[in-house]
């Protein structure tokens, strides 16, 4: 007799490595995707389709399959467990005062000022391509020309020099928020100098706005500029003509400062802005 073979093959996806199967009340088998079940001899073709299970030369099997997943397994609390805050910021700051582990020395004027390479390398890529680069430093002592011992503390010179960004504008911040009519001249200077442009917007904003304007113009810092960078002069207080344009009502005395400095600077005649007729100050 010819018979019609039945063989199930696992093709599912996933998680799923196995499926365990049961037949006619027998015991349980695991049945997985290298493995395929069925029976050979299922069913005599002729009694096959005499009993009319075959339509249009196809047999449909009806399976019951039952999907039985693992258990959720949660472990228990964790007791909450008290832990010191980290320290590592700590040690890094006792690395400036532990000179036994510095491997690099600074030499300004005669004085040294140990430090680590890796700790210069991490914080500044001026000092990492000195200390690692191809142009890196063959000896641990490295000679600083152009600064003087007490300039090191001069923290907003130093952040520059060397690339520390966030200290630079940390410094800026602080400038800022210290203007005096005896300081804003020299600040200003040294913004201009390092490239400090919010540093330098806030001396301008200071100096257009303040009202001891005298008390500037005769501050030794003023005076130490205006000798040393006359042509940064001229163009400071273009700047400072446009910005006290902007304001509805300009003060006598500070538009009488604005022209005599501005010809005192080199520049012949105040900005097209300002004109002053009959003693009075009107911004056109």
């Known amino acids: 007799?010819?018979?019609?073979?039945?063989?199930?093959?696992?093709?599912?996806?996933?998680?799923?490595?196995?499926?365990?199967?049961l037949i006619d009340g027998s015991t349980s088998r695991v049945f997985s995707s290298t493995?395929?079940?069925?029976?050979?001899?299922?069913?005599?073709?002729?009694?096959?389709e005499a009993a009319g299970f075959v339509r249009d030369d196809r047999l449909t099997i009806e399976c019951v399959i039952n999907v039985v997943q693992d258990p959720v397994v949660t472990a228990?609390?964790?007791?909450?467990?008290?832990h010191p805050p980290s320290n590592i910021l700590d040690h890094l700051a006792g690395l400036v005062d532990d000179k036994d582990t510095a491997d690099v020395t600074f030499v300004v004027q005669g004085e040294e000022f140990p430090a680590h390479r890796a700790v210069l390398a991490m914080r500044s890529p001026v000092f990492k391509a000195e200390l690692y680069g191809p142009l890196k430093e063959s000896n641990a002592r490295i000679a600083v020309d152009g600064m003087e011992p007490a300039m090191i503390l001069h923290l907003l010179e130093a952040a520059d020099r060397y690339d520390v960004e966030r200290l630079k504008l940390i410094c800026?911040?602080?400038?800022?928020?210290?203007?005096t009519v005896d300081t804003v001249a020299a600040t200003l200077a040294m913004a201009d100098q390092h490239h400090c442009q919010?540093?330098?917007?806030?001396?301008?904003?200071?100096?257009?706005?303040?009202?001891?304007?005298?008390?500037?113009?005769?501050?030794?810092?003023?005076?130490?500029i205006k000798l040393s960078c006359p042509s940064f002069m001229v163009d400071l207080w273009e700047i400072i003509g446009r910005k006290m344009a902007s304001y509805p009502v300009i003060p006598k005395t500070r538009l009488g400062f604005l022209e005599s400095e501005m010809v005192r600077s080199g520049r012949v005649e105040p900005p097209a802005q300002f004109c002053s007729t009959s003693g009075t100050n009107t911004s056109i």
Do not use: I, N
Request: glycine share 8%; proline share 3%; hydrophobic share 40%.
């Open 198 to 224: 919010k540093l330098k917007e806030a001396c301008v904003e200071f100096l257009a706005t303040s009202k001891k304007m005298e008390g500037v113009l005769e501050s030794q810092g003023y005076r130490k």
């Open 1 to 21: 007799m010819d018979y019609v073979s039945v063989y199930l093959e696992l093709k599912v996806t996933g998680e799923a490595r196995s499926v365990r199967w």
């Open 76 to 82: 228990g609390d964790a007791p909450e467990l008290e």
């Open 35 to 48: 493995f395929s079940w069925g029976h050979p001899r299922f069913m005599g073709r002729r009694e096959l």
């Open 172 to 179: 800026e911040l602080m400038l800022c928020k210290s203007l």
